[in-house]
């Protein structure tokens, strides 16, 4: 900052020392005595002024390193806020507070970001690896010499399996605008596992699993297509790791506080060391990896949207028994406090 500059910004203080002085002198010139007043103005203007000059240079001077450091941080492509100097003034110490405020704020919003991308971008990867292994199969059967009857049945499963995996991807990408994409309504239980039994029923046919299904007449307050979608994602877990001639159960509760749809199958159950890693993106756990190929984005995708909505889910399994999952439904819920968290 230069001179000129800085005296230009105490314009104010100046014009309030005019002022004074032109009140004083006015006053002293006005005054009875006469004599000697022409040079008592002189001295005290020239007096008052040397003063005053004295007072901008030395502030001046004690500001200076600091405007040159801060034109130095204003300079350097990366680590601005960093680079600021140490204030002199209480002013500047609130600014600076402000601005590294500000700059962590920012900090983390870029971490966010950077992670959300990443996430995506592991996502995209591992869904086109995911989704070439039923086009590939279904290519490999169009060229088999299998009879007619079972090569349809077979292109079926795998066309489920690639509309199973579209239907991940379209409901993973829709995460971010859920706030303004869901209908909150009363929406029975009986309804939404229906429409999954109906939809897997290919499954529970080639399988010839078993299901039962038990006090499904309780009515929850949801969205009645992401629902169906957590459903169908519970149901699809269920099938893919139950073996013929299993059982799933489809059980409706309620008491004082919540709701429950509890999906409970007999399957080749869950590990005791993976029981706690089941909803994380991408995992998979021993019995994915060893019975099934698995994306690990199914409980993924359903506990995320399970609290979009206000939801949760819980699971119990004992290997080699059985599953347990549990979608509670609050009833005091309040549908309005429902973010884009």
Known sequence: MSIFRYIKERRNFLLLYFLIMFFISTMIYLSDEISGTKMNLLYINVVSAIFILIYLIIGYLYHIRFYQELNIALQLEHDTVIAIPNPHTYEQELYTEILKKLYLEQQEQM?????????????IMSWIHEVKTPIATSQLLMRSDKPADILIGKLED??????????????????????KDYFIQEISLETVTGA??????????????Q?????????????????????????ANSLKYTDEHGQIKFIGEEDDNEKRLIIQDNGVGIKAEDMGRVFERGFTGFNGRLHTKSTGLGLYL?????????????????????????????????YHTITKT
């Open 158 to 179: 795998e066309l489920e399996r690639i509309d199973h995996f579209v239907e991940q991807a379209l409901y993973y990408s829709r995460l971010d605008s859920f706030s």
């Open 196 to 209: 999954s039994m109906k939809k897997y029923a290919r499954t529970f046919i080639a399988k010839r699993i």
């Open 111 to 123: 971490y966010i970001l950077h992670e959300e991308k990443k996430e995506y971008h592991d996502f």
């Open 211 to 235: 299901f039962e299904r038990t006090n499904l007449h309780v009515l929850v307050e949801s969205d009645a297509k992401w629902l169906s979608f957590i459903v169908d994602q519970l149901v």
């Open 302 to 334: 359903a506990k995320r949207l399970s609290h979009k909505l206000g939801h949760d889910i819980s699971i119990e399994s004992k290997e080699n028994a059985y599953t347990r999952v549990t979608l509670h439904f609050p009833k005091t819920n309040q």
